[in-house]
């Protein structure tokens, strides 16, 4: 997580000497230059070396806010990477000199440097045009997500910016986003602009173009397979299974079932051995000559109606299911039973029936339908295992439509456990298998799951595009207009924009109007945001659906937690009473369903958040300490709860008094930074505490600036067991994990540690290189009463909930420190942890939980944590070495914490940073 290179006021810590940039030498030209511009180059030839205007390409395929950089021209895309080109350091003198940040930057960007552009950019005054320029930088450093929110934010306050809708096109196009793209285009076209508009259109006729002919293609595959289940007489359609073998095999075992002949069962003997070819082995042909020699006096008349229920897509009756085993007709009996996933029948039938033959295809589709089986009677693991080990082997036989079938799934569990990132990149993985294909249908379903996993994680603007392009692939489709619009109203209400999600919430029910579970969320949160008549109506009917449907116990909580959340509306005590059920009910599920634990969180949020409302201020710091799994304080603790618009905070005093304040009149998200959440009242009653603890429900309890910097005070957190008796305290021992030896796949530079005086007391310890793997350094920690980690924090959720520590890699590849493996140690010494780390303290967004490293250190045993939300300079050293040293000399950890922070902010000159250390005890 190393910091941007050579951004102005940024961490160098770990890296190699970094190269002289040319920005680095601005301020030691500038004289020098003022003085050579008197014979410089003439005007003209300066805006060219500035914007390399001489040449018949433009450099740059993005387009710039600066208008002379700003100029049309045909682009040429490189067929390799362009090496960046000498910047002329005399003209950007001449603009540094008129403090022309913006322009600066442009020519950076024009120049092949990004990174410097960014850096300059920090410091333009910011304007649209200054986030349109980010924007680019940021899609140049291929940051495609963060490009598009600069780039939509821009948008919704002047939507006709020319340059902000190009790049925004360019930024879709390259997300594999082409239909969204394509619409993009046609905006830009439209205005009119000469070359702009032209180039436009061309780049909207080829997406659309390349889009449609892929849809076309794989459809009249389909439609021809489809068909050919229904009608015996048609032709075998040879070449179309040949362009798409996947949906083609995926459909070819029901042609074999609807086969109402032996002969016709023969014909298809040639399309059997075609797709063999494809996907190796003679599964198919085995498997044909297997059905034609069945007794068709006995199986026509099953596969008749076989046909039937595939035509009318019913499931089947259990008389159905019942003569098909007293027939022995195992393949139709497995159709059968796939087509009626809620039919009662043998535990093992579906493993039984897919072993009567040998093919891995049949294999891996019972497998799928098993984890959903799992899933649904609340065996989570079981169900993620069982995936998995089927997408190992679907990569073993080279099945590739199953693959990207089974990512997809994958991703979506992954999603419903808050993997976010585990979620991310099989969605991903399956996406770009799907495109490679050209199998249509498995592209849409991976668009879904990615939506999914970057709405969970607060990306708006990636999870609207994701499904806008899902929207545009079938315009006309119910089901998938009344599924983009309802999660867009999710999506809207979680930027507290209630208007433009009870708009989403009614274009989702123009040909529907049931909108499901999320549906029945969002609408319960209009009713206090944007409330309407018939909002109550429309929630009973959603939840009466909710609950008569088969869902995962995680799901069922929800729905419950719903139910508890309308009635809270009508009547406070009711409704609590409701979610202190819900919370008992889930209680079985938090380990294994991430729904469950959802429930739980927000049954909470919502707890404190309405006694706030309430004026029931006393009520308060006992829901949130029973959230978090501490005692509730009673004096000098600040207490602090958020849902939506919605905040409470609760201030106990030197003397147990009580004060609060509740505010609902929040328009925007809250920020990493929530200074000014708690008000001057409730601060006056805390400033006389010699230390404040803060008990913080999620999401605010990993952001800084909760308490202003000249107080004492750190985040309560819980421990995950009881404590031991004491014992003799181990003998001091100081731990420090430095200079380690990361996975070269991971692409992490060293860290060193910090230039600090030794530990004051006892003997030191440090683990570096490849010595510095997560066993060494956790047996070393549990004897450790200091700890001191300079290493590289990672987020992979497929490896923890929380970002991991990157350490090096022990025999079998495992090379994170993570929280889960933490909470299997017990700290002897109760250290104090100084996590170095970058950001150590900053987390992905989650929509209703947290769980970070300094959270898991506090649990297995350390005395106190400190880590920042912020990236941190290499003169930290000195800081943390200040707060040990006061804490050694008797400070605890808060005082000592704000007394070193005072002393920074008053003598050392760029500080800020240290108002960002947080401190969990």
Sequence with gaps: MAAELDAPGKSTRGRRAPRLRAWHLIPLLVFPAILIARSGPLPGRR??????????TRPLEPRLSVPAADVHRPYVRPREERPSIAVPLRELARLEESGDRAGIAASYLLHGDPQQGLAH????????????????????????????????????????????????????????????????????????????????????????????????????????????????????????????????????????????????????????????????????????????????????????EYARLLRERQPASP??????????????????????????????????????????????????????????????????????????????????????????????????????????????????????????????????????????????????????????????TCDVKNYVHRNIAALELMRLRPKEARRALSRAQECNPSVGLIGAWTLTDLMRLDPRPEDAEQISAELTRAHATRETPGRRMLAQLVQARFELLKDRKQGNARLAAVIRQAAPYLTTDADARDTVAVAYQTMAVTAGEAGAFSEVPGVVADHLGVASPKQCALIAAAEAERTVVVALGPRGQVLGHHDASRKEPLGDDLSGLVPEKLLALLRSCPRVEVLAAPPLDSRSGLLPPEMAWSYRVAMDASPEPKKKPPPPLHVVVANVETP???GLARLSSWESTPAPIGQSMELSGAQATPSRVLEAMSRATDIEFHAHGVVDRSLSEAPVIALAPEYDGRYALTSEALKQVRLEGSPVVLLGACSAARLPPFLHQTSSLPQAFVGAGARAVFAATVDIPDSAGRFFQGVRERIHAGATPAVALRAERLRWLRDVKGAPWVTRVLLYE
Aim: charged fraction near 25%; proline fraction near 5%; hydrophobic fraction near 45%.
């Design 744 to 746: 070269s796949g991971l």
């Design 47 to 56: 805006d060219e070396l500035l914007w390399l205007t001489d040449t018949r």
């Design 319 to 476: 008389d159905y299911l019942t003569r098909l085993r007293g027939a022995g007709e195992q393949d139709l009996l497995l159709g059968a039973r796939l087509l009626t996933p809620e039919a009662q029948s043998p535990p093992e039938e579906l493993e039984r029936v897919a072993r009567q033959w040998n093919d891995p295809w049949i294999h891996l589709l019972v497998q799928d339908e098993l984890a959903r089986q799992e899933g649904f009677a609340g065996e989570a693991w079981q169900a993620d295992q069982r995936l998995k080990a089927a997408l190992t082997l679907c990569r073993e036989k080279r099945l590739r439509p199953r693959c990207a079938d089974l990512l997809r799934k994958v991703s979506h569990r992954a999603t419903s456990a808050n993997r976010l990132s585990e979620a991310e990149e099989t969605g991903r993985a399956s996406w770009r298998e799907a495109q490679a294909m050209g199998e249509w249908e498995l592209e849409s379903a991976a668009l879904r799951a990615l939506a999914q996993a970057a709405r969970f994680q607060f990306r708006v603007a990636s999870a609207r595009a994701y499904l806008s392009e899902y929207l545009a692939r079938a315009p006309d």
């Design 121 to 304: 950019l920090a410091h333009a005054p910011p304007s649209l045009n200054r986030d349109n320029d980010q924007a680019v930088a940021a899609f140049l450093l291929k940051r495609n997500d963060e490009a598009l929110t600069w780039l939509d934010g821009l948008l919704e306050t002047s939507p006709r910016h020319p340059q902000a809708l190009w790049n925004r096109a360019l930024v879709l196009r390259e997300m594999g986003l082409h239909l969204l793209a394509a619409s993009v285009f046609d905006e830009v076209a439209a205005l009119g602009e000469p070359g702009w508009s032209a180039e436009a259109r061309e780049q909207a006729s080829w997406l659309r173009t390349s889009v449609s002919q892929r849809a076309e293609s794989w459809n009249r595959t389909r439609t021809a397979l489809t068909q050919l289940a229904q009608d015996a007489n048609l032709p075998i359609p040879l070449e179309e299974a040949r362009r798409h073998p996947g949906i083609s095999r995926g459909l070819f075992y029901d042609v074999v079932r609807t086969a109402p002949t032996s002969a016709r069962v023969l014909a298809l003997l040639p399309l059997a051995e075609l797709l063999d070819r494809i996907h190796g082995g003679t599964a198919l042909a085995d498997h044909t000559r297997n059905i034609a020699a069945r007794d068709f006096t006995r199986r026509a008349p099953l596969a008749a």
